[in-house]
């Protein structure tokens, strides 16, 4: 590994190791959500995700996986979105309305068994699905602006989101785009989304904490 990871010493991994357990801690407390078990499991999987990352190490990864299985199969169980596959009075509405103006403009196309399928069923299902899974993108949302604390977290998470960036991790890649897949099924903003990509912004909040530590030693 290269730039900062290959500067990171074992002393330096080791603050770090306490570092990402306190940044845990300081994003857990400025939740509103209490659950014990969730605050275990982003508290472990930030852990994990700071060991691979540092150490590129397949055994931690690989516990990385396990332990999001048992998240994500525990957030489909209490967070699945029952409404998913079922439009709305109001999604009805335009559903119906669309129908009368995609008939006059595609003619067959659209009144053939294929076209009604994807304009009346899969396509706002996929729309509803979409919105949901960026719906935990929200900055307010994984950061609770309101709060003091987590605005001045903002910094040092958007140093390290360049850093991470910078040296491509493959298990962080596949677990963002895992989370994001899961997170299309669960209701829309829900706390267990939110439980599912905070390991990563402790993650990236630690890094770059990490980063401006160095920075200040080079001034």
Do not use: W
Request: net charge positive; hydrophobic share 50%; proline share 2%.
């Amino acid at each position: 590994m290269q730039g900062l990871k290959d500067r990171i010493n074992r002393s330096s991994q080791y603050t770090g190791l306490v570092l990402v357990i306190l940044v845990s801690i300081l994003t857990l407390i400025t939740s509103s959500d209490t659950n014990l078990l969730l605050r275990v499991f982003v508290l472990t999987q930030s852990i994990l995700l700071f060991i691979t990352y540092i150490n590129n190490n397949r055994r931690f990864s690989v516990l990385v996986f396990v332990l999001l299985i048992v998240g994500v199969l525990a957030s489909l169980k209490y967070g699945f979105n029952k409404t998913l596959f079922v439009p709305t009075l109001l999604e009805q509405d335009t559903i119906i309305r669309r129908g009368e103006l995609f008939a006059g403009e595609f003619g067959k196309i659209y009144k053939n068994r294929l076209g009604l399928m994807y304009f009346n069923q899969l396509r706002p299902t996929l729309m509803r699905y979409v919105n949901g899974s960026f719906s935990f993108m929200d900055f307010n949302l994984l950061f609770n602006t309101q709060k003091i604390v987590s605005i001045l977290l903002l910094l040092p998470f958007g140093l390290g989101l360049i850093q991470i960036i910078k040296n491509f991790n493959r298990t962080l890649i596949v677990y963002f785009m895992a989370v994001l897949i899961i997170n299309g099924f669960l209701i829309p903003r829900s706390i267990y989304g939110v439980y599912l990509l905070l390991p990563l912004i402790n993650l990236c909040i630690t890094i770059g904490l990490i980063k401006l530590y160095k920075l200040s030693k080079h001034d």
